[in-house]
């Protein structure tokens, strides 16, 4: 079992960056996929990106593509999403998750953290 606590979020411009981390639990960190995936208030939880255990593989949504990047340390059992080039339409709570495959959807992923708020003012 792994636990996942997210971190990172905030208020800042259009235009601008932050960065989230999500620090895992426990010793096989490196065991899991890992994924990113947001929900906007009256919206479905959409995928944004996720990374292959070795981090050596990334995907993203096309929303996002360009803009953000996905990383990992397993060496810290941490995953992290830069987000540069923010628009209001990205403000949302982002969640991370892990999961045995990497997959697109929710139901792919095993664990989840509790999300982080990201307001992206116009």
């Known amino acids: 079992q792994v636990q996942l606590v997210e971190s990172g979020g905030g208020l800042v411009q259009a235009g601008g960056s932050l960065r989230l981390s999500c620090a895992a639990s426990?010793?096989?960190?490196?065991?899991?996929?890992m994924g990113w995936f947001r929900q906007a208030p009256g919206k479905e939880r959409e995928f944004v990106a996720d990374?292959?255990?070795?981090?050596?593989?990334?995907y993203y949504a096309d929303s996002v593509k360009g803009r953000f990047t996905i990383s990992r340390d397993n060496a810290k059992n941490t995953v992290y999403l830069q987000m540069n080039s923010l628009k209001p339409e990205d403000t949302a709570v982002y969640y991370c998750?892990?999961?045995?495959?990497?997959?697109?959807?929710?139901?792919?992923?095993?664990?989840w953290g509790q999300g982080t708020q990201v307001t992206v003012s116009s």
């Open positions: 990374i292959s255990r070795s981090g050596g593989s990334t």
């Open positions: 998750a892990a999961g045995y495959h990497r997959s697109l959807t929710r139901a792919g992923y095993d664990y």
């Open positions: 426990g010793r096989t960190f490196s065991s899991y996929a």
